[in-house]
Each structure stands twice: as C-alpha cells, then as structure tokens.
C-alpha cells in the first residue's frame, strides 16, 4: 500500500513540477503597456472586485473602465477574483491598489499569481483528474497511476494557465466533478456541479447540450413517475445552484442583464484573433462582412451550430448511456468551437476535456487530437513567448501517452467505425491497408504541424501578408477539427451500450 501512494504521489509532484517550470516562462503582455495581457486582466479583476462595491463591477463609470480589461465572466470567477484580491491586499496593498496598481508586475506578485492557479489545480481540477482514473474498475493500480499522469500533462491546459495565464482547471475541474457525479449515478450532485462550471465561465455552454439531453434520457427511461421526480430534484438542483451564486444580481433587473450583456458580448466579432475554426478558415477566401451584416452573421452561426448540435444530441437523447455522454461532449463542444459566435483560441480545450477522458479507449486518435489541439494555439503562444515551453511539454506528453496506454503505437483501426463496417461488408479488404492509411496520415499530419510551426518561428512573413502564418495554422487546424468532428459523430452514433439496450428492452416489457 505504501509502495502504491507513493508511485501515486510522485505522479502528482511530476505534474506539478511541470506546472512549476511552465510558469517560469513569459505571460500574455508581460512589459507591453498599455493594455499588457491575461495576466493583468486577472489582476485588474482582483483590482475592481476588492475597491468597489458589488454593483459596480459590471458597470462602466469612473472607477470601473470596461474598456481596460471590463469583467465578462459569470459572478462565481468575480467572487473567485475577489477572494484573491483580498489575499493580494493583505500581503500588498500595492497589488490591488485601484488605478495606481495598473501593469503591476513585480516579482512577489508574478509569484503570487501563479500560486493562485496552482491551488485551484490543486484543490479543483487535479482531485477529480485522480479520482476519475481511479474509479475506472478495469485496470491495475499502475495503470491508473499511468493514466492519471497522463491526463494531468495534457500541454494545452498547462500551457494556457500558467504561461498564457488564466483559471481554465477550475471550470474544466468542475466539468470533470460533474462527469464523474453523472457516471456514478448522482444526478442531482453532477447537476449542481455542472451549474458552478458555467456560473465560473460561460464557454462551458459548450457542454450545455449533452448534460441536458442525458439527463432527460435517462429520466425518460425510467417509470414516468420515478423519472418525473427525479427530473424535478435535477431542476431543483440547478435552479437553486444558480439562485446561491447569482442571488447578489438578481434583486436588480438592470444590474441581471448588464451582468448577461458582459458575459455574452455579441457586439464583438464573430471570432478572436487567428482562430482554427469554420468561420475564420473560410473567412481567407469568403469575406462575410462584405455582403452580410452583423445581426446576420450571429444568426448564421445560431442556426449553424444548433445543426450541428441535432444528430449527436438527439441520439444521446434517445439512446443514453456513460460512452455515448462522454462522445456527445466532445462532438458538442467541437460543434461550438467550429461553428459558434464569438469563439477563442483557447476554446479548444473545452473539447480537449472529454477528448482526455477518450485515452484509455482510444488511445490514438485522442493522441492525434490532443497534439493537434496544442499546435491551433500556436500563434498565441508565440506571442506569449511560449514556443519551447510547449514544445518540451508536448514531447512529455507523447512519452507519457506511449508509456502508460501505447497512444501512438496502439492500433488505430481498434474502434474505428468505418473499420468496423468494411470488416463486415468488404472481406475481401484486407485489414493492413486501413491500418497504414491512418498511420501514415497521422505522421503526414505532425510532419504538416512541425513544418508549419518552425515556419511560423523562423521565417517572417512578406509584409503584404502579416498573418500569413497564423492563418495557415487556423486552416490546417480546422482541417483537422472538422474530420475529428466528423469521426467521433460516427463513432458515437455507431456505439451501443449493452446495458443500456437491455434496460430498454426491460422498460418496453413493463
């Protein structure tokens, strides 16, 4: 036993010491006035939330100018940032002072900073990475050590918060909890999980759907009146989560909708920056705002995304079960990151999530899709100056992946529906061919990233095309994300769950 914690144990400190190197790194706007980057914009918050009063801090005025890093997430990360604040003050004063603090970066407060990511890793997002792996009944007690280590080295997480900087584990961790509490049969738990995560930050809307259509299928499956008092305790759940966390914005009707209007910014552009999804990737050779105008481009990605949202929604509706969730969340997600309105780069570890949950089972393609991932943020990362950070991270996440699951070289043909379905119908196919076929466009497709990003570092591009580079990474990303899209559409309307049929069957009978 002590032999087992201690493996455990070591894990976890590697992670964390991976964490702890990344952090040494440059942050988004480090040195650059006047607006600096992430970092500032969570200091800034801390800054607003201690010094002014609640009802002021989603409000522009003399003290609280939006235009300088103005608060847009939901009241749970304001209550988080004025939590931190205050620590802040009472170490510094200096730290939060209001206006006076403005591009603060000295060196006791970069360590405090980055201290703060740490704890909410520590006390959100890698207990239930632990636990999640743990409670997978299937495999030995290294195995689970393994894959812990793995998920917790995932480069795109570690990365982003603690060298872009910002709080991502916390609602990726709440997500997770939920997952987790959905899994094992604590519906109303998971619901009030899920409810903290998208009261902590908006884009986990992303996973909206799936949450909501599993719960309903799995309510529907039971007798009408157990399901429908088990409907009610999950509305219950959610109603009353919500209620607790925005009860200081809800006696004032103009203070609930400034607070919706900041957190959902639909005067802002259909996307940020360079980023690897449909619209930004058409958007090289369809240019939209030349023939359509603003309140048409949001319906378009509106009606677009809701689409996109039907096959995999509905069929979680009608058919749930625990593989089929964990499908539905990615193909969701991916939905919103390729197709809605006012989409980041760093969206794309909303998909990462369940992708991560995916290694045990598929190994490979969750590899493929975890590195690809990565590499659609680079051009932020180099902005960032984080281009070896996340080079060195990435390597040790392959290894991982090889040591503890065989990622890259397992079978990429084991669960592949389109494998599956040609075994049955074309026998005269042999096995090999799909086997080499997807191999060889897994390298062919990290050959592509490499080359594209030792470009996008070494050479500069011609100054009548500046963001020559950025560009060719969003399009060969989203070339990426659309076929994975694609791909886990097919798998999840192809899986069936023994367990789940046979409850059904059960039900028709009753």
Not at 223 to 235: A, D, M, P, V, Y
Request: with cysteine; aromatic share 16%; net charge positive.
């Amino acid at each position: 036993m002590d032999t087992r914690f201690g493996t455990l144990c070591t894990a976890v400190v590697f992670a964390v010491f991976v964490r702890w190197v990344v952090s040494l790194n440059s942050y988004s706007g480090m040195g650059k006035p006047p607006m600096y980057g992430d970092y500032e914009a969570q200091r800034h918050w801390m800054e607003i939330t201690t010094n002014l009063p609640i009802k002021q801090w989603y409000f522009n005025g003399t003290d609280n100018d939006l235009l300088y890093w103005g608060l847009d997430y939901p009241p749970l990360t304001a209550y988080h940032m004025w939590l931190c604040g205050k620590v802040a003050e009472w170490i510094d004063p200096d730290w939060t002072s209001l206006f006076a603090s403005r591009g603060y970066e000295s060196y006791e407060h970069k360590l405090f900073m980055r201290y703060s990511v740490l704890i909410g890793d520590v006390v959100i997002y890698i207990p239930a990475v632990l636990l999640y792996c743990f409670l997978q009944k299937k495999f030995t007690h290294t195995q689970k050590v393994l894959l812990s280590c793995v998920l917790l080295l995932f480069p795109g997480l570690i990365i982003i918060d603690y060298g872009h900087f910002q709080y991502n584990s916390i609602s990726l961790g709440l997500t997770l909890w939920a997952v987790i509490a959905l899994s094992h049969r604590h519906e109303v738990l998971g619901s009030a999980a899920f409810m903290l995560a998208l009261c902590y930050k908006q884009m986990s809307l992303y996973h909206a759907m799936p949450f909501f259509c599993y719960l309903l299928g799995k309510c529907w499956q039971q007798r009408w009146k157990k399901g429908f008092f088990s409907l009610c305790c999950i509305g219950v759940s959610v109603l009353a989560t919500f209620a607790f966390v925005w009860m200081p914005f809800l006696s004032d009707k103009d203070l609930f909708l400034q607070v919706v209007h900041r957190i959902f910014p639909v005067a802002r552009g259909v996307f940020e920056d360079k980023v690897s999804n449909f619209w930004c990737s058409l958007s090289v050779v369809v240019k939209f705002r030349n023939f359509m105008s603003h309140e048409g481009l949001l319906k378009l990605c509106l009606a677009t995304t809701l689409l996109g949202l039907v096959p995999s929604s509905l069929d979680l509706l009608f058919r749930p079960s625990g593989n089929k969730f964990k499908l539905a969340l990615v193909n969701s997600s991916l939905v919103f990151f390729l197709f809605s309105f006012q989409v980041h780069e760093k969206s794309i570890l909303l998909p990462a999530l369940p992708v991560c949950l995916l290694l045990p089972w598929r190994p490979f393609t969750s590899t493929w899709f975890l590195t690809i991932a990565t590499f659609s943020m680079l051009p932020l990362l180099v902005k960032d100056g984080l281009v070896i950070a996340t080079l060195i991270t990435s390597i040790l996440f392959i290894i991982a992946v090889e040591l503890g699951l065989q990622g890259v070289s397992s079978d990429p043909t084991i669960g592949c529906p389109v494998c599956i379905w040609s075994s049955k119908n074309l026998p005269w196919l042999p096995h090999r061919v799909f086997f080499y076929a997807v191999k060889s466009g897994f390298y062919a497709s990290l050959m592509g990233a490499l080359f594209l990003g030792l470009l996008s570092v070494v050479v500069p591009p011609p100054s009548s095309l500046p963001d020559l580079w950025p560009v060719l990474i969003s399009v060969y990303s989203c070339s990426h994300f659309i076929g994975f899209t694609l791909y886990y559409h097919i798998v999840q309307l192809m899986t069936t769950d023994s367990k789940e049929t046979a409850a059904q069957k059960t039900k028709k009978t009753q």
